[in-house]
């Protein structure tokens, strides 16, 4: 079979582009749904592509009909798409980053390109400057500043650090294909990947082996691998043609694997304070082992033993980033109950399409099911939401009985009744409390009016938390890492009123949010804060997003018995409502 040309991710974009740019020429969303769904669909797919294509079974695909089918199989296997380049050609090329700029719609862009001509973000950001975008019906002085601040954040995403949940996936299948070459004895990734930080800039993988020559042709010659940077007796750079993504192999004698490992990991600063904790002991700490002053060099099995050495507790990856770990390790405060994800039962937060979710009540309950969990909270968004199919209180009802019949229909598997209620502007919330006192679970969060200033936005959380049926605050900083910066709010004062009024706060375990970060997780704690993680599922993959909201915890310091999702069913709906 011959290998596809252009991979998943590649199809999938192309499918979104073409969906932004039919917005663009006016088309309705239906059509313009279809590609985005398609895309969708082409990255859930957990089977080759190519041979999907050669074998004409992409019609076969939940939303893939034979006019989309004949584009993607067309792209596939030539490299290009006619009905694409064709619409791509309609208009500038640029047009398409100025549809991806943060708070600017198809409606906008089209009213700047027609109104001013406008077909880049230079353009739009030397208009703006110029003051020339205020004089456009729909925009003004404000509009001008919203636009700088989106292109700043558009080009900071643009650089070289990317989102933890765009590379895991890449790097752990370059892990596995790493420990699966001959001679391998022990393999880990390294760096800010490890670290489980929210944006990394490349991927460090570190190797034991007694021939370094067979690992690194395993990492050169790995699918998807575009340019061999270079390759040595014991290190291998490449670039992947995902995400122009950097990759780092290095393989060294097992006796130094504990010492590489750790010093690959980082961060900088906390193996800066382990170096000078060793200096003091006489000893010298580098990637090629541990060293008495005299020569001599100690034996250190795994990072534990490191540690060890320093009279310290060990320390996990999520923690070292000198930010307290080692004061706390040296003194044996270290919390050594982390939460993983083996402690959680229940996944929170979860779509279907009975709103704006891809998967039905029962795909999500068996997706679910398949992870190891028990529950799943089924929140969709409320009326408000008109945009994401927000839910009028009699379809709530209908999609009850729904949710009754898969849980009969799934044993071993429980669906929880919630919503994710919209927090009015007000700070009420969009349902009366006849209908969120029938809920088993009601998250609120804030999805329209980020504008407003720090003072209205945090008496609007504040007053949202009084209500006695509000059980879980949802992202409540509202950022997308490097597409929009969090709205102004005093988080302190929230997690604080939290505290007081009982309710839980969530971990949003969606890459592009992890919202809350880590520093707010930490703070929760501390004030007896109960948490929760969640994936903010629109489709079964989603439910995936739980490892990052764990992971997130854990940058926290986090323990078990903070998240009240590590509990059955029961016990976690009667500590939600045991808060209130």
């Given at each position: 079979?011959?290998?596809?040309?252009?991979?998943?991710?590649?199809?999938?974009?192309?499918?979104?582009?073409?969906s932004?740019?039919?917005?663009?020429?006016?088309?309705?969303?239906?059509?313009?749904?279809?590609?985005?769904?398609?895309?969708?669909?082409?990255?859930?797919?957990?089977?080759?592509?190519?041979?999907?294509?050669?074998?004409?079974?992409?019609?076969?695909?939940?939303?893939?009909?034979?006019?989309?089918?004949?584009?993607?199989?067309?792209?596939?296997t030539?490299?290009?798409?006619?009905?694409?380049?064709d619409?791509?050609?309609?208009?500038?090329?640029?047009?398409?980053?100025?549809?991806?700029?943060?708070?600017?719609?198809p409606?906008?862009?089209?009213?700047?390109?027609?109104?001013?001509?406008?077909?880049?973000?230079?353009?739009?950001?030397?208009?703006?400057?110029?003051?020339?975008?205020?004089?456009?019906?729909?925009?003004g002085?404000?509009?001008?500043?919203?636009?700088?601040?989106?292109?700043?954040?558009?080009?900071r995403?643009?650089?070289?650090?990317?989102?933890l949940?765009?590379?895991?996936?890449?790097?752990?299948?370059?892990?596995e294909?790493?420990?699966?070459?001959?001679?391998?004895?022990?393999?880990?990734?390294?760096?800010?990947?490890?670290?489980?930080?929210?944006?990394v800039?490349?991927?460090?993988?570190?190797?034991?082996?007694?021939?370094?020559?067979?690992?690194?042709?395993?990492?050169?010659?790995?699918?998807?691998?575009?340019?061999?940077?270079?390759?040595?007796?014991?290190?291998c750079?490449?670039?992947?043609?995902?995400?122009?993504?950097?990759?780092?192999?290095?393989?060294?004698?097992?006796?130094?694997?504990?010492?590489?490992?750790?010093?690959?990991?980082?961060?900088?600063?906390?193996?800066?304070?382990?170096?000078?904790?060793g200096?003091?002991?006489?000893?010298?700490?580098s990637?090629?082992?541990?060293?008495?002053?005299?020569?001599?060099?100690?034996?250190?099995?795994?990072?534990?033993?490191?540690?060890?050495?320093?009279?310290?507790?060990?320390?996990?990856?999520?923690?070292?980033?000198?930010?307290?770990?080692?004061?706390?390790?040296?003194?044996?405060?270290?919390?050594?109950?982390?939460?993983?994800?083996?402690?959680?039962?229940?996944?929170?937060?979860?779509?279907?399409?009975?709103?704006?979710?891809?998967?039905?009540?029962?795909?999500?309950?068996?997706?679910?099911?398949?992870?190891?969990?028990?529950?799943l909270?089924?929140?969709?968004?409320?009326?408000?939401?008109?945009?994401?199919?927000?839910?009028?209180?009699?379809?709530?009802?209908?999609?009850?009985e729904?949710?009754?019949?898969?849980?009969?229909?799934?044993?071993?598997?429980?669906?929880?009744?919630?919503?994710?209620?919209?927090?009015?502007?007000?700070?009420?919330?969009?349902?009366?409390?006849?209908?969120?006192?029938?809920?088993?679970?009601?998250?609120?969060?804030?999805?329209?009016r980020?504008?407003?200033?720090?003072?209205?936005?945090?008496?609007?959380?504040?007053?949202?938390?009084?209500?006695?049926?509000?059980?879980?605050?949802?992202h409540?900083?509202?950022?997308?890492?490097?597409?929009?910066?969090?709205y102004?709010?005093?988080?302190?004062?929230?997690?604080?009123?939290?505290?007081?009024?009982?309710?839980?706060?969530?971990?949003?375990?969606?890459?592009?949010?992890?919202?809350?970060?880590?520093?707010?997780?930490?703070?929760?704690?501390q004030?007896?804060?109960?948490?929760?993680?969640?994936?903010?599922?629109?489709?079964?993959?989603?439910?995936?997003?739980?490892?990052?909201?764990?992971?997130?915890?854990?940058?926290?310091?986090?323990?078990?018995?903070?998240?009240?999702?590590?509990?059955?069913?029961?016990?976690?709906?009667?500590?939600?409502?045991?808060?209130?």
């Amino acid at each position: 079979m011959t290998a596809p040309i252009v991979d998943k991710a590649t199809v999938a974009q192309v499918l979104r582009d073409i969906s932004l740019l039919l917005q663009l020429q006016g088309e309705n969303g239906f059509r313009s749904r279809a590609y985005d769904m398609g895309a969708d669909r082409i990255l859930g797919l957990t089977q080759d592509l190519g041979a999907i294509v050669s074998e004409g079974r992409l019609e076969s695909l939940p939303g893939i009909g034979p006019a989309l089918a004949e584009k993607i199989s067309e792209l596939v296997t030539t490299g290009r798409m006619t009905y694409f380049e064709d619409l791509r050609a309609k208009f500038p090329p640029g047009l398409l980053d100025l549809m991806k700029l943060p708070d600017i719609g198809p409606r906008k862009v089209a009213a700047l390109w027609k109104e001013l001509g406008i077909g880049s973000v230079e353009e739009l950001e030397a208009a703006c400057r110029e003051g020339r975008v205020r004089e456009l019906k729909g925009f003004g002085a404000k509009s001008e500043a919203k636009i700088l601040e989106g292109i700043a954040l558009f080009r900071r995403a643009r650089g070289e650090r990317k989102l933890l949940g765009d590379v895991l996936p890449i790097a752990e299948a370059l892990l596995e294909r790493v420990r699966a070459s001959p001679g391998v004895v022990r393999a880990s990734l390294g760096g800010s990947v490890r670290r489980r930080a929210e944006t990394v800039s490349d991927v460090d993988i570190i190797a034991s082996a007694a021939v370094a020559g067979p690992v690194l042709d395993a990492l050169a010659t790995s699918p998807g691998v575009a340019t061999v940077l270079g390759k040595g007796d014991s290190k291998c750079s490449v670039r992947m043609e995902a995400g122009d993504l950097q990759v780092d192999l290095r393989v060294l004698p097992d006796e130094d694997f504990a010492t590489a490992l750790h010093h690959f990991t980082g961060s900088k600063a906390h193996h800066i304070r382990l170096r000078n904790l060793g200096h003091e002991r006489g000893m010298k700490i580098s990637e090629w082992g541990v060293h008495r002053d005299d020569g001599t060099k100690l034996q250190v099995n795994d990072e534990a033993a490191l540690y060890a050495l320093l009279d310290m507790q060990f320390v996990p990856p999520e923690l070292r980033e000198d930010n307290g770990e080692v004061e706390a390790a040296r003194a044996g405060k270290l919390p050594t109950d982390l939460v993983t994800m083996d402690d959680v039962q229940g996944a929170v937060h979860a779509h279907s399409t009975w709103s704006d979710g891809r998967n039905s009540l029962e795909e999500m309950a068996l997706a679910a099911k398949a992870l190891g969990l028990k529950y799943l909270t089924i929140t969709e968004h409320s009326e408000a939401a008109i945009y994401a199919g927000g839910l009028k209180v009699e379809a709530l009802k209908r999609q009850w009985e729904e949710i009754d019949r898969v849980n009969e229909a799934v044993p071993g598997m429980r669906l929880l009744k919630g919503i994710e209620v919209d927090i009015l502007e007000s700070g009420a919330l969009d349902y009366d409390d006849k209908v969120l006192e029938q809920l088993e679970v009601v998250i609120a969060s804030i999805h329209v009016r980020h504008g407003m200033d720090e003072e209205q936005m945090t008496r609007r959380v504040l007053t949202a938390m009084d209500n006695p049926h509000l059980h879980i605050l949802g992202h409540p900083t509202g950022r997308l890492i490097q597409s929009r910066e969090p709205y102004p709010l005093r988080m302190e004062d929230i997690l604080e009123h939290a505290a007081k009024r009982g309710v839980s706060v969530e971990i949003n375990g969606k890459p592009a949010r992890l919202d809350i970060k880590a520093e707010y997780v930490r703070k929760a704690t501390q004030l007896g804060v109960k948490l929760v993680v969640s994936c903010d599922a629109h489709r079964r993959e989603d439910l995936g997003n739980l490892a990052y909201a764990v992971a997130t915890a854990r940058r926290g310091w986090a323990r078990k018995q903070d998240v009240l999702n590590t509990l059955p069913a029961e016990r976690f709906l009667t500590a939600l409502r045991a808060g209130r």
